[in-house]
C-alpha cells in the first residue's frame, strides 16, 4: 500500500462565536458543491485542501478527497484531537468546489466553512474547554541542529508556485524521497509505507511546532526560545495511531499506549526512518516533553453523512 498525502492550508484566524450554531446571514459560498469522492481502486490516497482567502487562489476553494474533520479543522482553525464528534468523520471522504466572494476575509471564509456543514451536512455543535494532555518542544542537551533560513529575495515564488515532486518522480534521496525543489518555501509532508518527510522552510519554531501538533495528535507549545527562521526538513517514522487522537503518543514518549490504526506498513525502498522523537532529537536537536494544556474544543452534536442535493 503506498499512500502519499499533500495537504495545503489555508490560515484562518481563530474567534470565538457565542451563537455559533446559527448560520451568519451574507456569509455564504456564492456556489458551492458537496459530492462524496469516489474510490480510488489503487490503494493511493491523495489529500488536496487549497484556495481560500490568504491563498494564491482567494476566490476558489478545491477540497479533494477531504474528510468531515479536515473541514472542521479548516472553518474553527482547531486541531483533528480538539474535534468531538461520530466516527465517520474520519472516514468518509468527500470532494468540494466552492466560488468565494472577492471582498471575504478570513474570518468570514471560516464562517463560510461553518454555514456550508450545517446547510449540507446538518452540523449543530457547541464550544468546549477540556485540559487535554500536550507537548512542549524544548532544545534538546547538546543544542539545536538548526539551518537558519536566509532572506528569500523579492522576486522569489510564492510557496505554493513552485511543485513539490511526487515520491518515484525524478531522483530521491537515501530514503526513497524526492528532493524539495530550489525556491520551494512554507510546510509540505511527504508520507510513503513506514516513512515521512516533513519539509519546513522559512519556519518559526513557532509555526514548526504546530505542524508537530498534526502528527502526534494533541498540542504542542514552543518553548525552545528560539527566535528566526529556519530551514527544517525531518524524516520519521509516522505512527497512526498518535494521529489524529490523543492516544497513544508517538514511541518513545512512554506515557500511553492503546489501541488503533496502528503504525503504517514497512517501506518498500530507500531506508527505514527513525520513530519521531529520535529523529527530533538526532536530526533537529530537540525534543518533546509532557504537560497539560487547557484547549478549546469544538463539540459535534449533530451530523448527517448523507450530503442534502447541490
Known amino acids: 500500500m503506498r499512500v502519499e498525502t499533500v495537504m495545503r492550508f489555508v490560515t484562518i484566524g481563530l474567534c470565538f462565536i457565542g451563537l455559533a450554531c446559527s448560520p451568519i446571514f451574507g456569509q455564504s459560498f456564492e456556489v458551492a458543491s458537496v459530492k462524496p469522492h469516489p474510490p480510488s481502486g489503487d490503494n493511493r490516497i491523495r489529500v488536496m485542501m487549497g484556495g481560500g482567502p490568504g491563498t494564491p487562489d482567494p476566490g476558489r476553494i478545491n477540497y479533494e478527497n477531504v474528510t468531515v474533520k479536515n473541514i472542521l479543522t479548516q472553518a474553527f482553525n482547531v486541531r483533528d ?38 446547510e449540507r451536512f446538518g452540523m449543530a455543535f457547541h464550544m468546549d474547554k477540556k485540559e487535554l494532555p500536550a507537548y512542549a518542544l524544548v532544545v534538546a542537551r ?17 510557496p505554493e508556485a513552485v511543485p513539490f515532486p511526487r515520491p518515484g518522480q525524478g531522483p530521491a534521496d537515501k530514503y526513497g524521497f524526492p528532493p524539495a525543489p530550489a525556491g520551494r518555501g512554507g510546510n509540505m509532508m511527504i508520507m510513503m509505507p513506514g516513512k515521512a518527510k516533513m519539509v519546513s522552510n522559512g519556519s518559526t519554531m513557532e509555526s514548526f511546532a504546530d505542524m508537530l501538533a498534526n502528527q502526534v495528535g494533541r498540542p504542542v507549545v514552543d518553548k525552545t526560545e528560539l527566535t528566526g527562521k529556519y ?21 518513545g514518549m512512554h506515557d500511553g499506549a492503546g489501541g488503533g490504526a496502528g503504525p503504517m506498513p514497512p517501506p518498500t525502498d530507500g531506508e527505514s526512518a527513525p520513530t519521531l522523537v529520535t529523529a527530533l532529537q538526532e536530526q533537529l536537536g530537540l525534543k518533546l516533553e509532557s504537560r497539560k494544556e487547557a484547549v478549546d474544543f469544538v463539540v459535534i452534536d449533530k451530523l448527517d453523512k448523507n450530503v442534502t442535493d447541490n
Open 81 to 118: 484531537y480538539q474535534i468531538s464528534g461520530p466516527s465517520w468523520m474520519d472516514s468518509e471522504r468527500f470532494d468540494i468546489t466552492a466560488k468565494v466572494p472577492a471582498s471575504a476575509t478570513k474570518e468570514e471564509f471560516r464562517t463560510m466553512l461553518q454555514n456550508l456543514l450545517k
Open 231 to 251: 530551514d527544517i526538513t525531518l524524516y520519521f517514522e509516522p505512527d497512526m495511531r498518535g494521529m489524529g487522537g490523543l492516544t497513544p503518543p508517538p514511541p
Open 142 to 158: 547538546g543544542g539545536p541542529k538548526l539551518t537558519k533560513a536566509a532572506d528569500a529575495p523579492p522576486d522569489a515564488p510564492k
